[in-house]
């Protein structure tokens, strides 16, 4: 009989992967979204049955991957993003976002397939305020996959 203590693990501790192009720094965000998937079923009326609908499912849906983080100067993940945009050159990519322990080790990874840029913002300039300057980069993609 096992004696583990299973408790949800923090939301905080976090890394992001983009294949060939992220480094030390350049993973590391304040904030990701984005990881949704949804099946809408279509309905299908039957002649003759007045009672339901039968109702099968669609392919799924997912939702743009967000990463939020401060501005890096000479960042080759925004130089990537930039091509897309300004050289209409889209290189997709392997992105893998892993949640990580207390350690620092992943202890579980979502795996983006084909993932390429849609937007990139900037935040707004204020100088009556005392904040950095937060870069939000939008990815479309596939599909994601759970690998552990």
């Not at 893998?96 to 993932?115: H, M, Q, V």
């Amino acid at each position: 009989m096992s004696t583990e203590i299973y408790y949800p693990p923090v939301g905080f501790s976090f890394k992001v992967n983009v294949e060939g192009i992220t480094g030390i720094n350049e993973g590391s965000f304040q904030e990701v979204s984005g990881l949704n998937a949804k099946i809408t079923p279509e309905s299908i009326k039957e002649g003759g049955e007045n009672r339901f609908e039968h109702r099968f499912p669609n392919r799924p849906v997912y939702e743009n991957l967000i990463l939020k983080r401060g501005m890096l100067l000479g960042s080759p993940l925004i130089t990537w993003a930039r091509n897309s945009f300004d050289l209409f050159e889209f290189k997709p990519k392997l992105v893998n976002l892993n949640l990580l322990d207390e350690k620092g080790a992943p202890i579980s990874t979502w795996r983006f397939i084909n993932a390429y840029p849609v937007a990139l913002k900037v935040s707004d300039l204020k100088a009556q305020e005392n904040a950095i300057v937060v870069e939000t980069l939008e990815l479309c993609y596939d599909y994601f996959t759970k690998v552990n």
